[in-house]
């Protein structure tokens, strides 16, 4: 990504607030100290769809070599969705079923088999989503060729390979992205609860 993209993400998490300071417990059970609050920047349909352009010029030189965007439920829809209008493609998207993504919409299957797809997120902390989707894209017939998101948090030493807009590096240059195991939680040691 050019670093004019990237000031133009880091302007938008800035204007909307989204950067959040902490302690927060990640859907993943990971503890962290800072939180990205996307609601705050969806709530602003104009910031959301300067997200959704900035990871569509990422994604544009590869269209060719993919026909469907997917996304899990809830925050990679509405992202997803954007991408794939502003690229011409087709969108399906996983629901959560008793805390379980699945792929049972009527029509989507169909889409998926043999096709080639980009899977995107929101934001990957540890890849647990975006895998789960993907196995479910093949299990479908469809190829998986590439995974996109927004804020790619995973640690450089369990990083997720995903095309990104901020990773890892570029985020811990606006706060502190350390995470850890629970047990681990300097945050919790300390008695600090956690925030919602």
Known sequence: MHSS???????ILKASEALR???YQYRSGHHGFTYIDKNNIYIN??????????LAAVLAPITNKFDVIAA?????????????RLL??????????????????????DTLSGSNVVCIEDTITTGRTI??????INTSGGYVVEKACLFNRSIPSQAVAAISLLDFDELSKLTDMSIWQQNDCPLCKAEIPLDN
């Open 88 to 109: 011409g493609k087709k969108f399906v998207f996983a629901k959560k079923d008793n805390g379980s993504l699945i792929l049972d919409q009527i029509g989507f299957v």
């Open 45 to 54: 349909p104009a910031l959301t769809e300067q997200l959704a352009e900035c």
């Open 131 to 136: 895998h789960t989707l993907a196995d479910l």
């Open 21 to 23: 300071s902490g302690h």
């Open 5 to 11: 993209d990237a000031e133009k993400v880091v302007a």
């Open 72 to 84: 899990p439920a809830i925050g990679g829809i509405i992202i997803a969705q954007s991408v794939a």
